[in-house]
């Protein structure tokens, strides 16, 4: 049985405890892996499970997310019919409406038009590879209203249900005081059929920078590494047309992931380089994550840092963080004689 499914991403959903690495994109768009974005993640598994109309609700701070997704060429959502769309909120809109049955039910001609029958809703912070062609086979054998997948027990926030119940619930949501499929889940297990899934792969919730540092570091393991990278369902994002890492003589790397672009004229160890980075002669990486285009000058010590987009680190800096990672934001210059 293979019945067909539209796809909701709720990217609206942001943490203050990741401000610092928020404050100039939203979540969604945070970059991860060395070379992906969060939202490519549930957006491939949506590819991967044969859904061919995706929705994305955005919050207002969707510049990076709009730029990254473009067409949605990248998921092969470029289509005459169904594909890729994007909602974006009004400018005078409350930030509580966002991604919740207020925001879908402004847009609701997209779920009248759409001609699959049922949905699947999640949001975009989530790492891990799900298969929702089972998942909704589950759902209708077993007659459920609403299918909520967990993992170990914990709710991924990621549902799926008729598409007639969602505009159903859409009609109602202000009198019953449901702003989210997830109040209609924790307050209907009596009067609606809620069925739930186990989903037993690996998977990680971006809530944190705590959150973000550990399951960064997290995919350098290879037993996580085979179960989020398949051949068979790969993650898809946005190419970039970039030389391969350029490996200096006398460069070591050990445990981590390097991106293309890159030049390594010292040592790096169990961390990840995004795009495009420049690691300077006698300089040490350790635990660490760099992202795209950031230039680290000549005997660095980096040890348990982020460092954001467009970062410069002048000669011989020192950053180490020992019990949390420590974040250089966007665009910072850090030099040794601030560090002393």
């Not at 054998?141 to 991924?156: C, P, Q």
């Not at 800096?317 to 019990?323: M, Q």
Request: aromatic share 10%.
């Amino acid at each position: 049985m293979k019945e067909s499914m539209l796809g909701i991403i709720n990217a609206t959903k942001e943490f203050s405890s990741l401000k610092e690495l928020t404050n100039h994109r939203c979540l969604a768009a945070l970059p991860f892996g060395g070379r992906y974005r969060l939202i490519d993640f549930m957006l491939s598994n949506m590819v991967n499970s044969g859904i061919n109309s995706v929705a994305i609700f955005t919050g207002h701070e969707n510049r990076s997310l709009m730029d990254h997704l473009g067409s949605g060429k990248q998921w092969d959502l470029h289509r005459k019919r169904d594909g890729l769309f994007v909602f974006t909120p009004n400018a005078q809109g409350e930030s509580n409406d966002f991604g919740s049955f207020h925001h879908f039910a402004k847009n609701i001609d997209y779920f009248l038009r759409s001609k699959q029958k049922y949905v699947v809703i999640t949001m975009s912070h989530i790492v891990a590879s799900i298969q929702f062609q089972p998942i909704l086979n589950r759902h209708v054998e077993v007659g459920a209203d609403i299918t909520e997948v967990r993992h170990a027990g914990r709710s991924l926030q990621t549902y799926i249900l008729a598409k007639d119940l969602l505009l159903s619930l859409f009609e109602q949501y202000k009198d019953k005081g449901y702003y989210s499929i997830i109040d209609v889940v924790k307050d209907n297990y009596q009067s609606l059929h809620i069925h739930t899934y186990e989903h037993t792969g690996y998977v990680a919730m971006i809530n944190s920078t705590e959150s973000y540092y550990k399951h960064s570091l997290d995919i350098l393991k290879p037993e996580v590494w085979k179960q989020l990278f398949s051949v068979n369902e790969p993650f898809y994002t946005k190419v970039k047309d970039e030389p391969p890492t350029r490996y200096v003589k006398g460069a070591k790397v050990s445990h981590s992931v390097v991106a293309n672009g890159s030049i390594i004229e010292g040592e790096v160890d169990n961390s990840i380089i995004f795009r495009s980075v420049k690691v300077g002669k006698g300089s040490v990486i350790r635990n660490s994550i760099i992202m795209q285009k950031t230039h680290i000058g000549e005997n660095c010590i980096i040890d348990g840092v982020i460092l954001d987009k467009d970062v410069k680190i002048e000669a011989g800096t020192v950053l180490t963080a020992s019990d949390s990672p420590y974040v250089v934001e966007k665009g910072t210059i850090q030099g040794a004689l601030m560090n002393s």
